[in-house]
Structure formats: C-alpha cells, structure tokens
C-alpha cells in the first residue's frame, strides 16, 4: 500500500512539475533567449506602439503611443519626460534641422519639442496626420493627412498642399534633387517637385499604406504595395519591375551594402531580394512582419515579427538569433551608437537590448570607430 502510494505521490509530483516547466517556459520571453540577448532595460508604456522610434542626434530615443502618450527617453531606457497629446500618436518623429523633434498626431496637431520634451509650438494644419514630417533643405516641412493632402509648410508659416484622392499614410523620401516620393491610398505612387507639382506617377493595384520609397544604389525607387509587390522604378527611364510576393507589403524596403534589398510581407515572411529584382531567400516567421528592417553592419540586419520575435539575419538569408519580446512588433527597431538595440512590442513595452553576436562590427559609433560586440555564443 506504502508503496502504491509513494509511486501515486511521485507521479502527480512529476505531472505538476511538467506543467509548471511549460508554463515557465512559454512565459519567460525575454529569457530565453540570455545567452544571446543582454536586455539592459524595458520601459513600460501605457498603450501599444506603431510608429517607428527616433534616435535624436544627442541619443534620446523618442516615440508615442496609442494611449494620447509621447515618451523621451535616455539612452538606456529611463524616461526623461512624457507628454500627453489629445489623440493616438500612430506618426514616427522626426529631428528637424535645428535638432527640434517633431510629430504629427490623430488630435490634427503638429507637436515642436525640445529633445528633453519640452513643448514649443503646436500648429493645427487640418487633418489626422499618420506620415512621418520630412523637411527640405529651406526648412519646408512636408508630411500627408487622412485628408487626401500633402502638406508643404514653409518656416515662415505660409503652406500650400498637393491634393490626392484619397488619404496619405505612407512614409514621404525627399530626393537629393529635393523632389519627393509617396505612396497613398490612392494606388498610386506619386513623384512631386519641392512646390507641390507632379511630375511622375506609378500607378499600382492596391494601397501603399506605409511602407516608405528607398533609394536604391543605382538611383532607381523601391516601394512596396499591398498589391503584394516590390515596385523598383526609375523615373527617367519609365521602367518598372514588380516583385511578386505572397502578401501584402507594409513594410519599408532596405538594401545592404552587397546590394541585396529586403524587406516583410504579411504573408510572415522576410525577403531578400537582388537588385534586379530577383527573389533570392525567403524567410518564413510565425506572423506578419510589419515592421520595417534595420541595418545592424553592411551584411547583418534586424526586424520585428507578430509572432513576438526581433530576429537578427544575415544577407545570406541565415537567421543569427532572435528574441522574444512577448508581444506582437510592429514597428521599426532602432540603433543607437554604442550598438544598443531599441524595440517596441504591443505588450507596452520597450525593451534596450545588447546583442552578443561573433565579433562582427555592428555599427559606427559617433566618432566614427567601429565598435565591435563580443560574442557569448
């Protein structure tokens, strides 16, 4: 009987301390993934995250919220100061040239700060503003409007605006000649001189919600649509490629130093394509991949997934690492100088990481010496 008893006893034992190994597991997150990952800190935000982060040029990282917040915060996650708005901050800030951050919102308002947050000016151009605020080399700043306009402000006050027809949500790339490229709602890509005239167009078959226009190395434009295509075009020429992919692109292409572009599709792939437009690794993840990549050194990048993981690639196509940040990543992760990875995921938090990697160098610090991260792999 003692002895049936003893073996009964173990077994429940056993089975509760395998449940409790799983739940350990399933819940760590960030955890395990240690041996790769050094997470310096997490700052906790009151509402979920879809713009993408802004480090300013003294490295505070900026970004808003979905709960009317807009957070300034150090270098290694400690909040300087936070501002409350009276709408969802979905637009990513941006530094003006005079080192003013600045950031359009759902309230219909323009926000000035200081980088330590302090507030300057606002100004109500009329409405919901989702792009990111460029500025041209006069001081013009321009972003679009759920209001089918594209705004050109100039530092005087005076504006003027390029009506589409539907609204703008994508991301705006001001040209070295200072002519500009967006894609809207629309289905349309639009080329626009610095005074708000068209110039070019590329027409395409479905929204070109946010991902942002690249400049390739060769001069050429890539963009992605939700028609799930890469569009790659040069507008001097009129030739257009197109990239098939398996779904609808939100995300904002980028090309490595080797000329390889890549990019996310909602299709839960990462791809890494050539330069003519050839399909040469794709990556599946377990959820869309809205965010956008971020260069970590000329062959090395990162990105965010919905299945709650930045994963860190190689330009082969290798998956190096990635980390759980238990919660969907919709925007773009950010790098500050000293190699510190910024990520933000939709379970509120904002997580500055240290990504130990073999001796490869990540980045360029600010006084343009390659810093080198030390592997404990």
């Not at 909040?79 to 040239?97: C, F, R």
């Not at 700043?141 to 089918?148: A, M, S, W």
């Not at 490229?181 to 395409?204: A, C, F, R, W």
């Not at 292409?253 to 299709?267: E, M, N, R, W, Y």
Request: charged residues 20%; proline residues 3%.
């Amino acid at each position: 009987m003692k002895s049936n008893r003893l073996i009964a006893t173990n077994k429940l034992l056993l089975s509760i301390f395998l449940v409790l190994g799983s739940l350990i597991i399933q819940n760590t997150g960030a955890a395990q993934n240690s041996l790769s990952f050094d997470v310096i800190s997490v700052f906790e935000t009151k509402g979920k995250i879809y713009g993408d982060l802004l480090v300013t040029s003294d490295t505070t990282v900026v970004v808003g919220c979905h709960r009317k917040q807009i957070y300034f915060l150090d270098a290694v996650g400690n909040k300087i100061n936070s501002v409350k708005t009276g709408g969802w901050v979905h637009a990513t800030p941006s530094q003006l040239q005079d080192s003013t951050v600045v950031v359009g919102c759902y309230d219909r308002k323009v926000y000035f700060f200081t980088t330590a947050g302090d507030l300057i000016k606002t100004i109500q151009p009329g409405g919901r503003i989702f792009s990111k605020i460029e500025q041209f080399n006069d001081g013009t700043i321009v972003f679009g409007t759920n209001r089918k306009k594209i705004h050109f402000i100039k530092p005087d006050g005076s504006s003027y605006f390029f009506t589409t027809r539907k609204m703008v949500h994508g991301g705006i790339t001001i040209l070295n000649d200072e002519r500009l490229v967006v894609g809207t709602h629309d289905n349309i890509i639009y080329m626009l001189d610095k005074h708000g005239s068209l110039e070019y167009q590329v027409p395409t078959d479905d929204w070109v919600v946010h991902s942002k226009p690249t400049v390739l190395q060769d001069g050429h434009i890539a963009v992605g649509s939700y028609d799930k295509h890469l569009y790659i075009f040069d507008d001097n020429s009129h030739q257009i490629k197109k990239v098939k992919v398996n779904g609808a692109i939100h995300s904002t292409p980028l090309q490595l130093a080797d000329g390889t572009i890549v990019f996310g599709s909602l299709d839960k792939s990462v791809y890494l394509v050539t330069p003519g437009g050839k399909i040469k690794k794709r990556i599946k993840t377990g959820g869309w991949v809205v965010s956008s990549p971020r260069a970590l050194n000329d062959t090395t990048f990162c990105i965010g997934s919905f299945d709650n993981n930045l994963y860190v690639i190689s330009t082969s196509g290798e998956i190096l690492n990635k980390f759980d940040t238990g919660g969907k990543i919709f925007s773009t992760p950010a790098l500050l100088p000293n190699n510190t990875i910024v990520v933000a995921s939709n379970n509120k938090r904002i997580y500055f990481l240290h990504l130990n990697i073999n001796t490869i160098p990540l980045s360029v610090d600010s006084k343009g010496k390659e810093a080198i991260i030390k592997s404990k792999l």
